[in-house]
T-cell receptor, first 114, second 117 residues
Framework: ETGVTQTPRHLVMGMTNKKSLKCEQHLGHNAMYWYKQSAKKPLELMFVYSLEERVENNSVPSRFSPECPNSSHLFLHLHTLQPEDSALYLC?????????????FGPGTRLTVL | AQTVTQSQPEMSVQEAETVTLSCTYDTSESNYYLFWYKQPPSRQMILVIRQEAYKQQNATENRFSVNFQKAAKSFSLKISDSQLGDTAMYFCAFDVAGGTSYGKLTFGQGTILTVHP
């Protein structure tokens, strides 16, 4: 595997389910990000981790819970989601997590909440 | 807080022609970066071009160039000799410079570009 990978690519879940999204970067980067991409809306930054510490929680509801066990892996744990949470969730990584660095994106997980 | 606005939801261009995508932004920061990212259909988003605000010279990457107007807070992308593979959604993005930024990008709404044969 190269670059940034995400699993699963598609996920359908009920409002009472608990599921997790996984992201892995194979680039040796120190910063990782979760974004939400909804139709006809700008990408929304959700969480930022730099050197495995969370440095940004962009007013995201607590039903989304991130986890970064090491610099290569990032998870997004989901529970009791709402239909409006249906979106494409993108993971990204960058070399040093500082301003101006290029971010490398994964293919995304298409989430549908019924 | 920063805002980024892309006023063209969709654009189309004939193959081999030139097209310009618009982006305006608002910020009180003096040093920052601007980006154009490309998201092809069902494929991963990739960086097209990056501009540092303190550099007066417009960035260029092969067929892609920007027109950076700092005073007007405008950052347009010009694609020359358009190719079918340029069909994608294009996002303009803003990032504050400096180590405490952590790369927290602010994105515009995106412009869907279709290149016709």
């Amino acid at each position: 595997e190269t670059g940034v990978t995400q699993t699963p690519r598609h996920l359908v879940m009920g409002m009472t389910n608990k599921k997790s999204l996984k992201c892995e970067q194979h680039l040796g980067h120190n910063a990782m990000y979760w974004y939400k991409q909804s139709a006809k809306k700008p990408l929304e930054l959700m969480f930022v981790y730099s050197l495995e510490e969370r440095v940004e929680n962009n007013s995201v509801p607590s039903r989304f819970s991130p986890e970064c066990p090491n610099s290569s892996h990032l998870f997004l744990h989901l529970h009791t989601l709402q239909p409006e949470d249906s979106a494409l969730y993108l993971c990204a990584s960058s070399q040093e997590g500082r301003g101006g660095g290029e971010q490398f994106f994964g293919p995304g997980t298409r989430l549908t909440v019924l | 807080a920063q805002t980024v606005t892309q006023s063209q939801p969709e654009m189309s261009v004939q193959e081999a022609e030139t097209v310009t995508l618009s982006c305006t932004y608002d910020t009180s920061e003096s040093n920052y970066y601007l980006f154009w990212y490309k998201q092809p259909p069902s494929r991963q988003m990739i960086l097209v071009i990056r501009q540092e605000a303190y550099k007066q010279q417009n960035a260029t990457e092969n067929r892609f160039s920007v027109n950076f107007q700092k005073a007007a807070k405008s950052f347009s992308l010009k694609i020359s000799d358009s190719q079918l593979g340029d069909t994608a959604m294009y996002f303009c993005a803003f990032d504050v410079a400096g180590g405490t930024s952590y790369g927290k990008l602010t994105f515009g709404q995106g412009t869907i570009l279709t290149v016709h044969p």
